[in-house]
């Protein structure tokens, strides 16, 4: 199983370096009355779950389309930074992005839900809510801002690495600087145990870590392996304290100029891709942990289930504050979610 997907990894990277992925870097033109074009712009690298599944929506528009619809990709932050792919959007620069759910909380901060620590046991669980009425009324809100969203993705659950010392409970965050992708949530799940949060972009996260601007992060496997974050980081704690999800957004204003069967193949081949996403996602978390382990370059903590029900206890603030902002409508019904499961 393993050596296949890797096989499937080769041939889709393969796919991308041939120009399915970047086109447009070339500056090569092309006639608009000929075929829809959409930029898609998001800030991983092609090998995470995020850009091996924008890799495979490409090509399959592309072929279902019969090449009158091209989507364009651009990863690792080649056009625009997280936190500028917004702004983009709005402008028409680009058609498509892909930010973290916590980009979105800026916007919209009832997606902060994603943040809270500890809220869900298992990734069943998060895309039964992503794909259920809760999930749907989040979507809903990105009209608001001209936006449409066509799936949420996701990349698992985050780890802690850090320089310093290996983080074994919270406390352990004292004293330390951490970079967070956005306030909120997330930084007060830093700063409530005296720990300095850090805003700066995903693509500058290792310059960052390596010169001591940062001393610590929290990220996927995935995004921990693929940026090398493990290389210049000492600790790892296995501590699968929250979850990290992506919206897959297009402008509105572009989506409702476009056929309706145009609309009907993106919809159609983006639900097909997402639950694809889901189970790559999946699989390359558990690769990439042992290509870490494999390395050696990296001490390695794994909380156990007592541990983590005891962490899960101390992060309870997030929720007090989560209810006083956006009330407990939505935290309820996540909750329901959760009766009765075990944290795994």
Not at 105 to 125: A, R, T
């Given at each position: 199983?393993?050596?296949?997907?890797?096989?499937?990894?080769?041939?889709?990277?393969?796919?991308?370096l041939s120009g399915c992925g970047n086109r447009i870097v070339d500056k090569q033109q092309v006639n608009?009355?000929?075929k829809i074009i959409i930029k898609f712009s998001h800030v991983v690298e092609e090998n995470t779950p995020k850009g091996l599944a924008a890799i495979r929506f490409a090509r399959l528009i592309s072929e279902r389309s019969k090449g009158s619809i091209e989507v364009q990709i651009f990863p690792d932050s080649q056009l625009f930074k997280d936190g500028e792919e917004f702004e983009a959007i709005r402008r028409g620069d680009v058609q498509m992005i892909a930010p973290a759910t916590s980009k979105v909380?800026?916007?919209?901060?009832?997606?902060?839900?994603?943040?809270?620590?500890?809220?869900?046991?298992?990734?069943?669980?998060v895309h039964q809510i992503m794909d259920g009425s809760l999930g749907k009324r989040l979507m809903e809100q990105l009209k608001e801002k001209n936006l449409y969203g066509l799936a949420m993705w996701d990349n698992g659950f985050k780890h802690l690495t850090n320089n310093k010392h290996p983080i074994i409970q919270p406390s352990d965050f004292k004293g330390l600087k951490f970079r967070v992708m956005s306030p909120g949530i997330l930084q007060e799940?830093?700063?409530?145990?005296?720990?300095?949060a850090i805003f700066l972009p995903f693509n500058d996260v290792y310059d960052a870590l390596n010169e001591g601007?940062?001393?610590g992060q929290e990220n996927t496997i995935s995004n921990i392996y693929t940026k090398k974050f493990s290389q210049v980081q000492k600790y790892l704690t296995l501590s699968q304290h929250g979850f990290l999800g992506y919206a897959v957004i297009i402008n509105l204003e572009f989506w409702n100029q476009l056929p309706d069967n145009a609309r009907e193949l993106i919809e159609n081949t983006m639900e097909e891709v997402t639950f694809w996403e889901r189970d790559i996602a999946r699989e390359l978390n558990k690769q990439q942990l042992e290509e870490i382990k494999k390395l050696n370059s990296v001490s390695i903590y794994s909380l156990d289930e007592e541990e983590r029900r005891k962490w899960q206890g101390q992060f309870r603030f997030a929720y007090t504050k989560f209810e006083k902002e956006n009330g407990s409508e939505f935290l309820n019904e996540v909750k329901k979610w959760n009766e009765g499961?075990?944290?795994k």
């Open positions: 199983m393993l050596r296949s997907i890797w096989v499937y990894l080769v041939i889709i990277l393969s796919l991308s608009k009355e000929e909380s800026q916007l919209f901060p009832q997606w902060q839900i994603w943040d809270l620590p500890y809220l869900f046991s298992d990734l069943e669980g799940q830093f700063n409530y145990f005296e720990a300095k601007q940062v001393e499961q075990e944290i």
